[in-house]
Nanobody, 124 residues
Framework: VQLQASGGGLVQAGGSLRLSCAAS????????MGWFRQAPGKEREFVAAIGGTDDKLYYVDSVKGRFTISRDNAKNTVYLKMNSLKPEDTAVYYCSASRFWDPPAFTLSAVEYWGKGTLVTVSS
């Protein structure tokens, strides 16, 4: 599976962005999909995850109510809509895929495939 993330950019605090992650392959719906982020000088952290049939959604506490993860299995794409962005959301965002995650935990060790990151910069 190859993952290609896009949609990052520069936005002012309070603004919105939508990240997309397009996946190759015909077994997309069998994968749980997750978004992680890594800020400068910090470890990569979990942001959000969605089950294969989008009936299970999980978020890190710091983005609950502001970010929404969704997927379109017909388009092999997962999205992360980010509203009310804050400067502390500045990071490189990575999409990931796993068939072995154990909800609600979408851990780094469970990830099978990573996409290249997309940079999100939120100015104050």
């Amino acid at each position: 599976v190859q993952l290609q993330a896009s949609g990052g950019g520069l936005v002012q605090a309070g603004g919105s962005l939508r990240l997309s992650c397009a996946a190759s392959g015909r077994t997309f719906s069998s994968f749980g999909m997750g978004w992680f982020r890594q800020a400068p000088g910090k470890e990569r952290e979990f942001v959000a995850a969605i089950g294969g049939t989008d009936d299970k959604l999980y978020y890190v506490d710091s983005v609950k109510g502001r970010f929404t993860i969704s997927r379109d299995n017909a388009k092999n794409t997962v999205y992360l809509k980010m509203n009310s962005l804050k400067p502390e959301d500045t990071a490189v965002y990575y999409c990931s895929a796993s068939r072995f995650w154990d909800p609600p935990a979408f851990t780094l060790s469970a990830v099978e495939y990573w996409g290249k990151g997309t940079l999100v910069t939120v100015s104050s």
